[in-house]
C-alpha cells in the first residue's frame, strides 16, 4: 500500500514538472532576476550583505543561490534550474500534504499541478517569494503531522529568507493560538523560531555585519515601505472581475477558516487558511500587481483541495470543476500574457543562445538583439576593466558581463540621501569606471545627482530600444 501511494506520487511529481521544465529556460528578467544573481556573484567573491553591499532582504536566499552557481558554474540556466529544483521539492511536499488531508488523489493531483502552472512555471527564475512557498509546504507538513519543534526552526528560515513573509506566517501562528488554544506545544515551535534566528545574530555579530543590517531593513522596509510608502500603488479596482480576481486567495481562506471554526472539525488545519491569507495580506501590499498576485496563486490548491473535506463531499466535484479551470487559466496565461508582466510571450521566446552567461537561455527577437549588441559594446569598452556600473533597473548586467558593481547599491529604485549619492559618483570617479548601462533615460530615475554626472561626464554610445551604453569622455581605453 506504501508503495503504491510513493508510486503515484511519484509519477504525479514527474507530470507536474513537465511545465516547469518546458519554460525554466525562457525569457529574462533585468532587474528583479538581476538583483539576486548580482548579490549570489558578490557573495561567491568573498562580499557580504549588509556589510559590503546593501541587500533590501534577509539573506538566506542569495546564499542558497550562490552555493549553486558555485557548484554549477556562472551561468544563468545554473540559477534557473535551482529555482526548479525548489519549486519541485514544493510539488513533492505539497502532494504529501494533499494526499494526507484529503485522502484523494484526484485533488491532490489538481493542487500540485495548480501550483506547477500558477507559480514556478510563471516566474521561472531564483526569486525569494518562489522559494518560500516550497517552504510553506513542508511548513504545514510538519505542522500537521506535529513535528511542532522543526516547524518552528523552519517558520525562523522562512523568517531569514524573506522577512515579510515570515512576520506574516508568525502572525498566522498567534492567531491560531488565540483561537484554537491548544496544548503548551506552542513552546516548541518559539523555540525552534528562535533557532535559526539566533544563529543568524551570531552570524551578524561575528561579520561586523549587525548594524548594517539593521540599517538595511530600517530604510528599506520600516521607512520606504511602511512610512515614505515609496512602492504603494492603488487595489486595482477598474472592473468587478479584476477586484475579484486580485481578492480570491483572501477570499477562499476565509471561508475555508470560517467553515473549519464553525464546523469544529480538523482545527488542526486552521493553520493553513489562516497563514495563506497572512501571506495573501503581506504579499500583495503594497503593489497589488500581477507579479505579486501570481505567487499567491499557486498557494490555493490546498485550500480548494482542502473544502469537501470541511464542507462535505457532495462538493467535490465542484472543487474539481474550480481546479480544472484554475489550471486552464494557469495555462493560458502562461501562453498568452507577457512574460513577468514587461515581457513578450513565453511563447515568443525561442530564440536560444549558445555561448557565454545566457548558454542554452531562450529569448525574444528583440532581447536577442539588446543583449547581443549592449554586451558587444560593454566588451569592446572595458577589455582591461574590472567595472561597468548598471544603472537604475537594470543589474542583470553586471552577471551577464562578469564585471564588478563599483558601488554598494544593487539597483537604485529606491530613494537615496544625497550624501549617498555623492558617494557613488566618489566611487565611479575613484575606480574610473569606464562605461555605464542604463535602461531608460537616466532622468528616469528618482537619483538627480546621479543623473547629471552621467550626463555631465559620459556620452552615448549605442542605444537598442530602451538600452543604453554610455561611455566615460574623460577616459581613454587602454590597448
Given at each position: 500500500?506504501?508503495?503504491?501511494?510513493?508510486?503515484?506520487?511519484?509519477l504525479?511529481?514527474?507530470?507536474?514538472?513537465?511545465?516547469?521544465?518546458?519554460t525554466?529556460?525562457?525569457?529574462?528578467?533585468?532587474?528583479?532576476?538581476?538583483?539576486?544573481?548580482?548579490?549570489?556573484?558578490?557573495?561567491?567573491?568573498g562580499?557580504?550583505?549588509?556589510?559590503?553591499?546593501?541587500?533590501?532582504?534577509?539573506?538566506?536566499?542569495?546564499?542558497?543561490?550562490?552555493?549553486?552557481?558555485r557548484?554549477?558554474?556562472?551561468?544563468?540556466?545554473?540559477?534557473?534550474?535551482?529555482?526548479?529544483?525548489?519549486?519541485?521539492?514544493?510539488?513533492?511536499?505539497?502532494?504529501?500534504?494533499?494526499?494526507?488531508?484529503?485522502?484523494?488523489?484526484?485533488?491532490?493531483?489538481?493542487?500540485?499541478?495548480?501550483?506547477?502552472?500558477?507559480?514556478?512555471?510563471?516566474?521561472?527564475?531564483?526569486?525569494?517569494?518562489?522559494?518560500?512557498?516550497?517552504?510553506?509546504?513542508i511548513?504545514?507538513?510538519?505542522?500537521?503531522?506535529?513535528?511542532?519543534?522543526?516547524?518552528?526552526?523552519?517558520?525562523?528560515?522562512?523568517?531569514?529568507?524573506?522577512?515579510?513573509?515570515?512576520?506574516?506566517?508568525?502572525?498566522?501562528?498567534?492567531?491560531y493560538?488565540?483561537?484554537?488554544?491548544?496544548?503548551?506545544?506552542?513552546?516548541?515551535?518559539?523555540?525552534?523560531?528562535?533557532?535559526?534566528?539566533?544563529?543568524?545574530?551570531?552570524?551578524?555579530?561575528?561579520?561586523?555585519?549587525?548594524?548594517?543590517?539593521?540599517?538595511?531593513?530600517?530604510?528599506?522596509?520600516?521607512?520606504?515601505?511602511?512610512?515614505?510608502?515609496?512602492?504603494?500603488?492603488?487595489?486595482?479596482?477598474?472592473?468587478?472581475?479584476?477586484?475579484?480576481?486580485?481578492?480570491?486567495p483572501?477570499?477562499?481562506?476565509?471561508?475555508?477558516?470560517?467553515?473549519?471554526?464553525?464546523?469544529?472539525?480538523?482545527?488542526?488545519?486552521?493553520i493553513?487558511?489562516l497563514?495563506?491569507?497572512?501571506?495573501?495580506?503581506?504579499?500583495i501590499?503594497?503593489?497589488?500587481?500581477?507579479?505579486?498576485?501570481?505567487?499567491?496563486?499557486?498557494?490555493?490548491?490546498?485550500?480548494?483541495a482542502?473544502?469537501?473535506?470541511?464542507?462535505?463531499?457532495?462538493?467535490?466535484?465542484?472543487?474539481?470543476?474550480?481546479?480544472?479551470?484554475?489550471?486552464?487559466?494557469?495555462?493560458?496565461?502562461l501562453?498568452?500574457?507577457?512574460?513577468?508582466?514587461?515581457?513578450?510571450?513565453?511563447?515568443?521566446?525561442?530564440?536560444?543562445?549558445?555561448s557565454?552567461?545566457?548558454?542554452?537561455?531562450c529569448?525574444?527577437?528583440?532581447?536577442?538583439?539588446?543583449i547581443?549588441?549592449?554586451?558587444?559594446?560593454?566588451?569592446?569598452?572595458?577589455?582591461?576593466?574590472?567595472?561597468?556600473?548598471?544603472?537604475?533597473?537594470?543589474?542583470?548586467y553586471?552577471?551577464l558581463?562578469?564585471?564588478?558593481?563599483?558601488?554598494?547599491?544593487?539597483?537604485?529604485?529606491?530613494?537615496?540621501?544625497?550624501?549617498e549619492?555623492?558617494?557613488?559618483?566618489?566611487?565611479?570617479?575613484?575606480?574610473?569606471?569606464?562605461?555605464?548601462?542604463?535602461?531608460?533615460?537616466?532622468?528616469?530615475s528618482?537619483?538627480?545627482?546621479?543623473?547629471?554626472?552621467?550626463?555631465?561626464n559620459?556620452?552615448?554610445?549605442?542605444?537598442?530600444?530602451?538600452?543604453?551604453?554610455?561611455?566615460?569622455?574623460?577616459?581613454?581605453?587602454?590597448?
Amino acid at each position: 500500500m506504501i508503495w503504491k501511494k510513493y508510486s503515484i506520487l511519484l509519477l504525479f511529481v514527474a507530470l507536474c514538472s513537465i511545465p516547469i521544465f518546458i519554460t525554466f529556460n525562457r525569457g529574462i528578467n533585468y532587474f528583479d532576476e538581476g538583483y539576486m544573481l548580482e548579490g549570489a556573484r558578490r557573495v561567491i567573491s568573498g562580499e557580504l550583505p549588509y556589510r559590503d553591499f546593501h541587500f533590501i532582504y534577509t539573506p538566506i536566499t542569495i546564499y542558497i543561490l550562490a552555493f549553486f552557481l558555485r557548484m554549477g558554474g556562472h551561468f544563468i540556466i545554473v540559477e534557473r534550474f535551482a529555482a526548479a529544483i525548489i519549486s519541485i521539492i514544493g510539488i513533492i511536499f505539497l502532494g504529501l500534504l494533499s494526499i494526507k488531508l484529503t485522502k484523494n488523489y484526484i485533488l491532490a493531483l489538481f493542487s500540485m499541478l495548480l501550483y506547477s502552472v500558477w507559480g514556478p512555471s510563471h516566474i521561472n527564475f531564483f526569486w525569494p517569494v518562489m522559494c518560500i512557498i516550497p517552504f510553506l509546504f513542508i511548513y504545514f507538513y510538519l505542522f500537521t503531522n506535529s513535528y511542532f519543534l522543526l516547524s518552528g526552526v523552519l517558520l525562523g528560515t522562512i523568517l531569514l529568507c524573506k522577512h515579510n513573509f515570515g512576520a506574516a506566517l508568525i502572525v498566522s501562528l498567534c492567531c491560531y493560538y488565540i483561537i484554537v488554544r491548544p496544548s503548551n506545544k506552542i513552546l516548541l515551535i518559539i523555540f525552534g523560531i528562535f533557532i535559526p534566528i539566533i544563529l543568524f545574530t551570531g552570524y551578524l555579530l561575528l561579520t561586523q555585519s549587525f548594524l548594517s543590517f539593521l540599517s538595511d531593513m530600517n530604510t528599506y522596509t520600516i521607512q520606504e515601505v511602511l512610512f515614505n510608502k515609496s512602492l504603494s500603488v492603488p487595489f486595482p479596482s477598474q472592473s468587478i472581475g479584476k477586484l475579484i480576481l486580485y481578492l480570491f486567495p483572501a477570499i477562499v481562506s476565509i471561508i475555508l477558516g470560517i467553515g473549519i471554526y464553525i464546523k469544529k472539525i480538523h482545527m488542526k488545519l486552521l493553520i493553513i487558511p489562516l497563514s495563506i491569507f497572512t501571506f495573501y495580506l503581506f504579499g500583495i501590499f503594497p503593489t497589488p500587481d500581477w507579479t505579486h498576485l501570481l505567487p499567491l496563486l499557486s498557494t490555493m490548491g490546498i485550500l480548494y483541495a482542502l473544502l469537501p473535506n470541511i464542507f462535505g463531499n457532495k462538493y467535490r466535484f465542484y472543487c474539481y470543476i474550480l481546479m480544472i479551470f484554475v489550471i486552464g487559466a494557469g495555462l493560458y496565461s502562461l501562453s498568452f500574457r507577457n512574460y513577468y508582466r514587461w515581457e513578450a510571450p513565453l511563447t515568443k521566446q525561442v530564440n536560444c543562445l549558445s555561448s557565454g552567461v545566457m548558454k542554452y537561455i531562450c529569448i525574444d527577437e528583440k532581447n536577442k538583439t539588446v543583449i547581443n549588441q549592449t554586451l558587444a559594446f560593454v566588451s569592446r569598452e572595458t577589455k582591461n576593466d574590472s567595472y561597468i556600473f548598471a544603472f537604475y533597473n537594470d543589474p542583470i548586467y553586471y552577471f551577464l558581463s562578469q564585471k564588478s558593481n563599483p558601488t554598494r547599491y544593487i539597483d537604485f529604485n529606491v530613494n537615496i540621501e544625497k550624501k549617498e549619492e555623492q558617494n557613488v559618483i566618489s566611487e565611479l570617479k575613484k575606480k574610473k569606471v569606464n562605461v555605464i548601462v542604463t535602461r531608460f533615460s537616466p532622468t528616469s530615475s528618482n537619483s538627480k545627482f546621479i543623473t547629471k554626472y552621467i550626463e555631465k561626464n559620459y556620452q552615448q554610445i549605442n542605444r537598442v530600444y530602451e538600452f543604453i551604453v554610455w561611455r566615460n569622455r574623460n577616459l581613454t581605453l587602454q590597448p
